[in-house]
């Protein structure tokens, strides 16, 4: 097991315990909730400007009512935003949004697949399909070979699920921030956000797990760092040092001296992080905040000395209902 240094002067800054902790601005490398790209993001972004450009065009009164109906600024957005889809992978960059009665994809949100992975489900999902369907029809023991595509049809849709979780309302609680199994615990003497001694929880999340990352606390996020990297399998503890990660810091809302950090780190087959935080947003304790896209790692760091683990190497835990550490006065 590897202990980690800590993450470097870019994640230092220091908080008075007189006041609130202040909030860094977007680092210039996020230009999106999913800053890695990817094929197929590149293509629900061509999607999303086709869609744009038929709405202009031949749906105009709808376009009007939307903008009319718009809260917040678009200003930041890297194209222009005509209704809440256009928000999915640059909420992030700007404050436009709309009221939940307002918003006519809200039914989107009760889908019990990550909405982040809709178009992976889509783009994989429908040939798989039509190829299992297809070789249905072969003579003979041919059709036998409709189980391969079968299998990884049900694989990504198994994936990409996105089942309701209950959150405990233990207010000393810190939910685990993955599904996954814990792969470490270590003391480290220091970490430079926290700007003492700290309490590290790897997670480790293979394919069969869900990848959507929730929130261990009621906390606002006061940072972010994204940097770009490998992709070792998230078995391997250098990956945790070499692989692509986003890195979160949050303070904490019932405890405001109080500082975590969350890390969602890539995989050899996940290579995708999906993080919609932005500095200064607030969080509620297991809300979904990201996602990593098959198979990853992810790790909470907290106060050493302010918290007691309540997990073992080796548990299987749940994202937003499984305690993984609580707070001790």
Not at 59 to 78: H, I, N, Q, W
Not at 248 to 253: A, H, K, M, N, P
Request: with cysteine.
């Amino acid at each position: 097991m590897v202990c980690l240094a800590p993450l470097g002067s870019t994640l230092r800054f220091h908080l008075d315990l007189r006041s609130q902790l202040d909030v860094n601005k977007l680092p210039d490398n996020i230009k999106s909730v999913q800053p890695g790209g990817g094929k197929c993001y590149s293509i629900e972004l061509a999607w999303g400007r086709l869609r744009r450009w038929y709405l202009k065009l031949f749906c105009k009164s709808y376009v009007d009512k939307m903008a009319a109906l718009r809260l917040g600024d678009t200003e930041g957005a890297p194209h222009e935003i005509l209704d809440p889809r256009d928000l999915k992978y640059c909420c992030n960059l700007c404050t436009a949004h709309w009221k939940p009665e307002d918003d006519p994809f809200r039914s989107r949100e009760d889908i019990p697949f990550a909405r982040w992975g809709l178009a992976e489900l889509q783009l994989m999902g429908w040939p798989l399909f039509w190829l299992t369907v297809a070789t249905c029809f072969l003579p003979g023991w041919w059709k036998c070979l409709a189980v391969v595509p079968g299998i990884i049809l049900c694989l990504i849709v198994y994936f990409f699920r996105d089942p309701h979780r209950e959150v405990p309302d233990d207010t000393d609680a810190i939910v685990s921030p993955a599904d996954g199994t814990i792969a470490e615990i270590t003391e480290l003497d220091h970490y430079d956000f926290l700007d003492g001694p700290a309490l590290r929880i790897g997670i480790f999340l293979s394919i069969f797990n869900v990848h959507i990352n929730r929130s261990p606390r009621d906390a606002k996020v006061v940072d972010l760092n994204y940097k770009p990297g490998e992709f070792l399998n998230a078995m391997n503890p250098e990956s945790a040092i070499r692989n692509e990660f986003m890195w979160i810091g949050f303070q904490d809302d019932l405890r405001p001296a109080v500082r975590f950090a969350v890390r969602q780190i890539s995989g050899l087959i996940a290579r995708r992080i999906v993080c919609a935080l932005k500095p200064g947003q607030s969080v509620q304790r297991g809300e979904k905040f990201g996602m990593i896209k098959l198979g990853s790692r992810t790790e909470i760091v907290l106060p050493r000395d302010a918290v007691k683990a309540e997990v073992e190497i080796g548990q299987k835990i749940q994202a937003g209902s499984t305690i993984i550490a609580r707070f001790v006065d």
